[in-house]
């Protein structure tokens, strides 16, 4: 998943979404093996790759060409939903 930067893409994922940061590799030269998984993804995990050109940073936030890109499965929708409002998440 290409994002503008690594750190705000953590944060995002992380402490907005409550995903888990599983991987945070230093590659050199600014590049980073930053992966993050759903609390319970059961083996799913994303890739975040930090845009390197102005092609790239085009592509962020339409990724999938307009299309549905994840699914989260949850127990409790409802409490799921009030955490990322509360959060800052925004549903659309």
Known sequence: LVVANYDEAIAWYVDRLGF????DVDLGGGKRWVTVAPANG???RLLLAEAADD???DSIGNQ???RVFLFLETDDFVRDHAAMLAKGVEFR
């Open 20 to 23: 888990l940061l599983t991987e």
């Open 42 to 44: 059961q083996g799913a």
């Open 55 to 57: 092609a790239q940073r």
């Open 64 to 66: 999938t060409g307009g």
